[in-house]
C-alpha cells in the first residue's frame, strides 16, 4: 500500500479542524503531536483544563476530546487519507486517548465527507429560543444513523419523556446556581472584554426560558450583571438523548463522536442545536435519565433540535498552541 507523509499545512489543517469541536465550557481540553516516522496523529487529554466540579470522572472530557476526533477524521478524508481511528490505543499511557493513523490514502471519497466537512466551521452551539418548527422525520432518522455509525444510540422521547427529563435538567440546574463549586467554576469560563481564545463570551450567553419550562444552563448564577432578558422558547421541545451500551472510558469517547457526527449532520440540513448537560452532573441524575423502558444503557448527553438563529461563534486556541513538537 502506498503511503503519503503530513506535510506541516496538512497537519495543520488537520489539527484546525478537530479544534473547532465542542468542548464542556469551551475548555478545549485535548492536545496533538504527530508521529512523522508512522503519519500518526496522537490526540491526548489536557487535563490543566479540565472542569473537576462540573465533571470529575473526566467523562465529559473525554466527549470532548472524542468530538474532536470526529472532526479529524472527516478532515482526513476531505484530504484525500484514509483515517485509522484507535481508542485509547496504550493503557500504561491512559491520558493518550486517541490515536489517529494518517498514512494510506483513501481509495474512494466517503460518502457525505464533502457536507459534513463544510459543516465543522458552520456548526455552533445555540442558547437562543427556536422558532418551534418540527424538524422533519426524515432528518432526525438521518441523525439517528449519524450516532449508530459511532455505535452509539440517539433516542427520540415522547411528549412524556421529554417533560421528565426537563424536570430532570431543571433540577440539575437549581443545583448548579446553588453549589459553590459549579457556580465557581462556570463562572470562571465565562470572559467580558477581550475575550481569550478559550471559554464562552458574554455574547455567546443566551436568555432563560420567560415560561420557564426549558431549563438553559444560568453561567451567570444568581449574579444578574450579565443576564439577559427572558425570552419565550418553543413549546415543545425536541429533544435528543445520546446513550451507549456501556460506561467505560471507551464508551465515552464513543459518545463524543458520535455527538459530533449529529450536530454536523444537523448542521448540514440547517437544524440548530444545544446541549443540555446538567442531569450529566450530578450522578443520581443521570442515573435517572435512563428510560428503562427502552432497555439498558448509559444516557451520556441531551440534544436540543431546531430551527433559529446560527449560535455566536466561540474562540478557539491557535494550532500552535494545542499541537506538541514532534
Known amino acids: ?21 465542542p468542548s464542556i465550557h469551551n475548555s478545549q481540553p485535548w492536545r496533538f503531536r504527530l508521529r512523522p516516522d508512522t503519519s500518526t496523529l496522537e490526540v491526548r487529554a489536557d487535563r490543566s483544563r479540565s472542569v473537576p466540579a462540573a465533571d470529575p470522572q473526566g467523562r465529559a472530557l473525554h466527549l470532548s476530546v472524542g468530538a474532536a476526533v470526529l472532526n479529524l477524521r472527516v478532515a482526513a478524508r476531505h484530504l484525500g487519507r484514509a483515517p485509522e481511528v484507535r481508542l485509547l490505543p496504550d493503557p500504561a499511557e491512559p491520558d493518550l486517548l486517541a490515536a489517529v493513523g494518517l498514512a494510506a490514502p483513501a481509495a474512494a471519497p466517503a460518502p457525505g465527507t464533502e457536507r459534513l466537512y463544510e459543516a465543522i466551521p458552520r456548526r455552533h ?57 459549579q457556580r ?24 432563560q426560558d420567560q415560561a420557564g419550562r426549558l431549563p438553559m444552563r444560568d453561567f451567570s448564577a444568581i ?42 449532520a444537523a448542521t448540514v440540513h440547517g437544524v440548530r442545536a ?5 442531569a450529566m452532573e450530578w450522578p443520581y441524575l443521570r442515573w435517572e ?20 438563529p446560527e449560535g455566536a461563534a466561540t474562540p478557539r486556541l491557535p494550532v500552535g498552541e494545542v499541537l506538541d513538537p514532534s
Not at 465557581?184 to 436568555?207: M, N, Q
Not at 435519565?289 to 433559529?308: E, F, K, N, S
Open 125 to 181: 452551539s445555540s442558547r437562543a429560543p427556536f422558532t418551534g418548527e418540527p424538524v422533519p422525520p426524515a432528518v432526525l432518522d438521518e441523525l439517528v444513523e449519524a450516532a449508530r455509525a459511532e455505535d452509539a444510540t440517539l433516542r427520540l422521547p415522547d411528549h412524556e419523556e421529554t417533560a421528565r427529563l426537563l424536570e430532570l435538567t431543571a433540577e440539575a440546574e437549581r443545583r448548579n446556581v446553588t453549589d459553590d463549586a
Open 1 to 21: 500500500m502506498s503511503t503519503r507523509a503530513l506535510d506541516a499545512a496538512t497537519v495543520e489543517e488537520l489539527v484546525s479542524a478537530a479544534a473547532a469541536a
Open 274 to 278: 444545544s446541549l443540555l448537560h446538567q
Open 184 to 207: 465557581g467554576e462556570s463562572r470562571s469560563w465565562i470572559h467580558t472584554g477581550e475575550t481569550p481564545p478559550f471559554g464562552i463570551p458574554v455574547d455567546a450567553l443566551g436568555p
Open 223 to 264: 449574579h444578574a450583571a450579565e443576564h439577559r432578558a427572558p425570552a419565550p422558547f418553543e413549546a415543545e421541545p425536541r429533544l435528543a438523548v445520546l446513550t451507549t451500551e456501556h460506561d467505560t472510558p471507551a464508551d465515552w469517547l464513543r459518545a463524543g463522536l458520535a455527538l459530533e457526527h449529529v450536530l454536523l
Open 289 to 308: 435519565a435512563r428510560d428503562p423502558h427502552q432497555g439498558p444503557g448509559y444516557v451520556q448527553i441531551l440534544i436540543r433540535l431546531g430551527y433559529g
